[in-house]
């Protein structure tokens, strides 16, 4: 007889990014602080079984994992606050490109400089890295990733265009990747047996742009790439970085989740491409647009202030937009979902709030932890 098993998938930005390499490795050996205690507090609160955490600087490659060890097991897993601990004993810092210096200049200077020259922006190399972390086994053997897939080899590419012509040069094309972070395909074996695709990316904020709108065409192009992957057939020209090429098995069950810097209704992007891959016909409709998008309370202390047209119960960033995802496939049956935000005045609200009542990136962070739980045979 086949029983149901509820598993919580969460997308978290933890804010962790810092102004110099190994930063964060040191605060947390030093033992942490404010803000890093209640962003575990926030996480020992919601208790995801799989989860992805975005903006936790690392090395770049992935090859040092041991602030991210540190951080699992010398928080996470230490009960606090009569909470008991939460563990993670598979995590993986996945490579990314941010910070890497490109071997000629982006921005047309004579020669390359971080941040704005990197593959993907930071000033140094792993910056705005991100991790994943599963309570159960994370399957290497099945990983596809996407980090050198070259941006001029997507079909009808959304290429930036400056007053005299293309923004990049042909040089720069024929090495400037598309993602600019990575984009993942990782799956993760369930109680079950059965297997869980994990697509997680974190595309380029649609903002430190000109009339190019270089960063609006990246993050457009970013989110078709994971659009394309997830419809049979239309991701045959993507070729990952084993040289495998094609798109996600149209049979797989999958969760298709980050910080995706794109809001449908509000904010500086490209807005079809986020409505287009919320619309997928591959998606679970009610988590992408029905009754059980992810909300919470906490927006609604911004509405009338950040003049937006989205309602505040979706709103993921204390700027009044929403912009992290956590999107299961079509298959998926979806028990619960919801944003992690309470109003001031809740008991809980000091993990968001300043004593006046407005949105503290110190607190925890400037996005809100977002998830869904779905149903699986066991």
Known sequence: MNHRHRIR???FNLALDRAAPGQLAAELSAGGNRQIRQLVEILQRVRPDIVLLTEFDHDGDGRDDRHLRLFCDGFLAQGGKGLPGLDYPYRWLVPTNTGRLAPVSLTGQALPRLPHDGLGFGHFHGQYGFAVLSRWPLLFDG??????????????????????????????????????????????????????????????????????????????????????????????????????????????????????????????????????????????????????????????????????????????????LRLDYVLPSRRLRV????????????PLGYLFWDKRGRPDRRASSDHRLVWVDVAVDT
């Open 9 to 11: 998938i969460a997308s």
């Open 143 to 320: 990983l596809r990733s996407f980090q050198h897939f070259r941006w001029q080899d997507m079909p009808g590419a959304r290429l930036p265009l400056g007053p005299e012509g293309p923004w990049f040069t042909g040089e720069a094309l024929d090495f400037l990747p598309l993602s600019s972070k990575n984009h993942i395909d990782l799956p993760v074996r369930l109680p079950s047996g059965r297997q869980l695709h994990v697509l997680a990316c974190h595309p380029a904020p649609p903002i430190d742009e000109g009339p190019e709108r270089r960063n609006s065409c990246r993050n457009h192009d970013e989110l078709r790439l994971f659009h394309d992957y997830i419809h049979p057939g239309r991701g045959d020209y993507l070729v990952d970085d084993k040289g495998t090429a094609g798109g996600l098995e149209a049979d797989a069950d999958f969760v298709l989740l980050g910080d995706l810097n794109a809001d449908p209704d509000d904010g500086d992007g490209f807005r079809r491409s986020i409505r287009n891959l919320l619309a997928s016909p591959t998606l679970n409709y009610q988590v992408a647009r029905g009754s059980r998008i992810p909300s919470s309370r906490g927006g609604y202390r911004l509405k009338g202030v950040s003049g937006r047209q989205g309602s505040p119960a979706y709103w993921t960033h204390s700027q009044g």
């Open 335 to 346: 028990l619960a979902s919801g944003v992690y935000w309470y109003p001031p005045g809740h």
